[in-house]
């Protein structure tokens, strides 16, 4: 069964410093590996993907993924954080094509202090 | 922003009434998903659809219902509210082979 963690329910960093929110998963073949956004009372908002291809992802507001297959890992990253970035953020995979359903991770609330 | 819309966005009613939340897509996606999620909790997939007269449950077992009579149209129905029932519920949808969802803005249950 495929399934995702997220070993950090929440992720402080001062504003202008590196931010890492950390995804580790487990699937039985090739995962399809995403990055979701979910500010207050608001609906997700999709960030980035990894299909096929490059191991870094570069995705929307600047943040990029990277996929490691060795450590099972699609740790959400970004150079420079910003206040409005603070937000819950939540890693999902899908198990090979033709299975569309995704599995959530648990989300990280990530705060961005000024 | 994507293009598809939840109704009402906030619901509080009494036990034991039946409501109905409606989720509509205007992107003809044929896949569609309804999530449950408490306040800053992870989601938990409820129902899905591939397809018009398809519907499956979900990860997490739920007394609601869903119809897919239509595209478009994804209905959540619960036939007699409890107050275990308060939650938000998100819905979805994607497009073919496409793996990414695109959710509505969710609607927020409080069942008293």
């Known amino acids: 069964a495929q399934s995702v963690a997220q070993p950090e329910d929440q992720v402080n960093v001062a504003e202008g410093n590196p931010l890492t929110v950390k995804c580790t998963y487990s699937?039985?073949?090739?995962?399809?590996l995403f990055w979701y956004v979910q500010y207050p009372n608001r609906g997700l908002q999709f960030l980035l993907k990894?299909?096929?291809?490059?191991?870094l992802v570069k995705g929307s507001y600047g943040f990029e993924a990277e996929f490691n297959k060795s450590q099972t890992s699609f740790h959400l990253k970004k150079p420079s954080a910003l206040v409005s970035d603070s937000a819950l953020y939540f890693c999902?995979?899908?198990?090979?094509?033709?299975?569309?359903?995704?599995?959530f991770g648990t989300g990280t609330r990530l705060t961005v202090i000024p | 922003e994507a293009d598809i819309y939840q109704t009402p966005r906030y619901l509080v009613i009494g036990t034991g009434k039946k409501i109905t939340l409606e989720c509509s897509q205007t992107?003809?996606?044929?896949?569609m998903y309804w999530y449950q999620q408490d306040p800053g909790m992870e989601l938990h997939l409820i129902h899905y659809?591939?397809?018009?007269?398809?519907?499956e449950k979900g990860d997490l077992s739920s007394e609601s219902t869903v119809s897919r009579i239509r595209t478009e149209h994804f209905p959540l129905t619960l036939e007699s509210a409890r107050p275990s029932h308060t939650s938000q519920y998100l819905c979805?949808?994607?497009?073919?082979?496409?793996?990414?969802?695109?959710f509505g803005p969710g609607t927020r249950l409080t069942v008293t």
């Open positions: 979805a949808s994607s497009e073919g082979r496409s793996h990414e969802q695109y």
């Open positions: 992107m003809g996606h044929d896949k």
């Open positions: 990894y299909i096929t291809g490059d191991n």
């Open positions: 659809s591939y397809g018009v007269n398809s519907t």
């Open positions: 999902a995979v899908s198990y090979g094509a033709g299975a569309n359903n995704l599995f």
């Open positions: 699937v039985s073949g090739n995962p399809y």
